[in-house]
C-alpha cells in the first residue's frame, strides 16, 4: 500500500480515495470556473437531459446523492453563472424545474472531456477506464452503494 496507512479500515480507504478524486477534479475543472460538486450537478443534469428528462431539484439530489438543500444552493449558483436555468414547474408550485443553458450545456461537454481524462489516469492502476479491474471495481462500489444505512443503536 504506497501511500495509504498499513491496516488502514475500508471506511478510511473510501475517504481518502473520495477526498483525493474531488480534489483532483476540483483542480482540473478550476478553469473552467466549475467545483466537483457543480461538476456533479451539471454533469448528471445533462445525462438527464439526453434521457429526454427535465428534473426538478429534488430529482437531480436523489439522482446525486447531494442533500436537496445543497443541490438549491448549487444551482443558484450555476443560474447566476449562466448556466443553469431554473423554472418553477407548472405543476407543482413548490417544485424547481433545471435545464442547461446553451453556455451551461458547452461548459459541461469541456468538463466531461477534462473528468473522463482525470478518472482514466486515476484509473490506470486498474486498466483505465475500460478495463477489467475498474469493471470489477466498479461492481463493488455498486454492491456497497445499494446496501442500505444500517440503524445504529446508542450505548447508554
Request: hydrophobic share 45%; glycine share 10%.
Amino acid at each position: 500500500m504506497s501511500n495509504a496507512i498499513e491496516g488502514a479500515t475500508p471506511g478510511f480507504l473510501v475517504w481518502r480515495l473520495s477526498m483525493k478524486w474531488r480534489v483532483a477534479i476540483d483542480r482540473g475543472l478550476a478553469s473552467l470556473g466549475l467545483t466537483h460538486a457543480q461538476y456533479s450537478l451539471v454533469a448528471s443534469l445533462s445525462g438527464m437531459e439526453h434521457a429526454g428528462l427535465r428534473p426538478s431539484q429534488r430529482a437531480l439530489a436523489d439522482h446525486t446523492g447531494l442533500e436537496a438543500l445543497y443541490v438549491s444552493k448549487l444551482a443558484r449558483a450555476l443560474e447566476s453563472a449562466g448556466l443553469v436555468e431554473r423554472t418553477i414547474d407548472p405543476a407543482d408550485s413548490r417544485a424547481v424545474l433545471l435545464s442547461l443553458t446553451e453556455e451551461g450545456r458547452e461548459t459541461t461537454g469541456r468538463a466531461v472531456t477534462v473528468v473522463r481524462q482525470l478518472v482514466d489516469g486515476l484509473l490506470a492502476p486498474l486498466g483505465g477506464i475500460g478495463g477489467v479491474g475498474t469493471e470489477a471495481f466498479t461492481e463493488a462500489l455498486t454492491a456497497l452503494l445499494d446496501v442500505p444505512v444500517p440503524p445504529v443503536s446508542r450505548e447508554e
